[in-house]
């Protein structure tokens, strides 16, 4: 079965550090990875997705297969960047079925 | 649009009753998906809708049942009520034949069973 970890629960850091957010999978096709974030009192929202490999609040993440591994990055932190975020899988596009990590809360401080 | 929609917000049963959760899906979505999120954890897939029937579930007992209305609007039943499922109950939406990236969560039902 598939599995998504995420090792830290909370990521601390200054507004204008850089950031990473680790991501291991477990899963032996090619699934599709997406990172999905969560603002305090919003409702869980697509942050980015591999596939378009594009860069959104400039935010990124590459998928690694040999470490299979789908960190997300951003050069400098911003404050409103502070939220839960989530990374999952998906092995069935046509069906949309999520597999979810546990979450990082990344905290930035100004 | 408001998107996905979830009723009620919040509520609170005791062990051994039976609950049922609804969602409204995003206007033109088809599909409706179920997650259980408990305290620390990340969503887990209970099961999901489409043209009112299950299409594929994941690893949840069959206390967890549900069912799809004929205007894509599903409902989620719990039945013999455990402490454990306690927790966030979302509700997703998409359209049947596009990918995940194009599912939308609704706000989330928080259960307390006491």
């Known amino acids: 079965a598939q599995r998504v970890t995420q090792p830290e629960k909370l990521l601390s850091v200054f507004k204008g550090a850089p950031v990473e957010l680790k991501c291991n999978y477990s899963?032996?096709?090619?699934?599709?990875l997406f990172w999905y974030v969560q603002y305090s009192r919003q409702r869980l929202q697509l942050l980015l997705r591999?596939?378009s490999r594009e860069s959104i609040k400039g935010f990124t993440a590459d998928l690694n297969k040999g470490e299979t591994s789908f960190h997300l990055k951003k050069p400098f932190a911003q404050e409103e960047d502070s939220a839960m975020y989530y990374c999952a899988l998906s092995i069935n596009s046509g069906y949309s079925t999520l597999t979810f990590g546990k979450g990082t809360m990344l905290l930035v401080s100004p | 649009d408001a998107g996905v929609t979830q009723s009620p917000t919040h509520l609170i049963k005791t062990r051994g009753q039976q609950v049922t959760l609804r969602c409204s899906p995003k206007s033109g979505h088809d599909t409706v998906s179920w997650y259980q999120q408990a305290l620390g954890q990340g969503p887990q897939f209970i099961f999901q809708?489409?043209?009112?029937?299950?299409?594929q579930r994941g690893n949840f007992p069959d206390r967890f049942s549900g069912h799809q209305f004929p205007n894509y609007s599903s409902e989620l039943n719990v039945n013999a009520l455990l402490l454990g499922d306690s927790a966030l109950y979302l509700c997703?939406?998409?359209?049947?034949?596009?990918?995940?990236?194009?599912?939308?969560f609704g706000p989330g039902t928080r259960l307390t069973v006491t």
């Open positions: 591999h596939i």
């Open positions: 809708y489409y043209e009112e029937e299950e299409r």
């Open positions: 899963y032996s096709g090619s699934p599709e």
């Open positions: 997703a939406s998409s359209k049947t034949g596009t990918g995940p990236y194009e599912q939308y």
